[in-house]
C-alpha cells in the first residue's frame, strides 16, 4: 500500500522558515499529483500546494510568494519550503497523493514568539 510520511514540523518564529519532507514508499511518478495540505485547529484542511508528475506546480493563493514546492525524485521526496512564516501558519501539515494515500500523521508547525 501507497504511503507518505510527513517530517521537518517545529517551532519556529514569526519570519522563520522551516521545510518539510514528504517521503513516498514508492516512486513519484506513479502518482498523478503529490500535495501540501494543512490543517488549522478547528478548521477543515486546506491545499497548499500541489505539484504533478510532470511538474507542474499549483500554490494557494493565501501562501504564494512565501511557500515553495519542489520534489527530488532520486529520494521519492516533495518538500515544501515555507519562508516568512506568520502565526497563522500554524497547523498539522500533511501531505497526500492522487490516487489517493491514507492520511498520515502530519508534521506540526507552529509560529511563535
Known amino acids: 500500500q501507497v504511503q507518505l510520511v510527513e517530517s521537518g514540523g517545529g517551532l519556529v518564529q514569526p519570519g522563520g522558515s522551516l521545510r518539510l519532507s514528504c517521503t513516498a514508499s514508492?516512486?513519484?511518478?506513479?502518482?498523478?499529483?503529490v500535495a501540501w495540505y494543512r490543517q488549522i485547529s478547528g478548521k477543515q484542511r486546506q491545499r497548499v500546494a500541489l505539484i504533478t508528475r510532470d511538474g507542474l506546480i499549483t500554490v494557494g493563493e493565501i501562501v504564494k510568494g512565501r511557500f515553495t514546492i519542489s520534489r527530488d525524485s532520486a529520494r521519492n521526496t516533495v518538500y515544501l519550503q515555507m519562508d516568512s512564516l506568520k502565526p497563522e501558519d500554524t497547523a498539522v501539515y500533511y501531505c497526500?497523493?492522487?490516487?489517493?494515500?491514507?492520511w498520515g500523521q502530519g508534521t506540526q508547525v507552529t509560529v511563535s514568539s
Open positions: 514508492g516512486s513519484l511518478y506513479s502518482y498523478n499529483f
Open positions: 497526500n497523493s492522487n490516487p489517493p494515500a491514507p
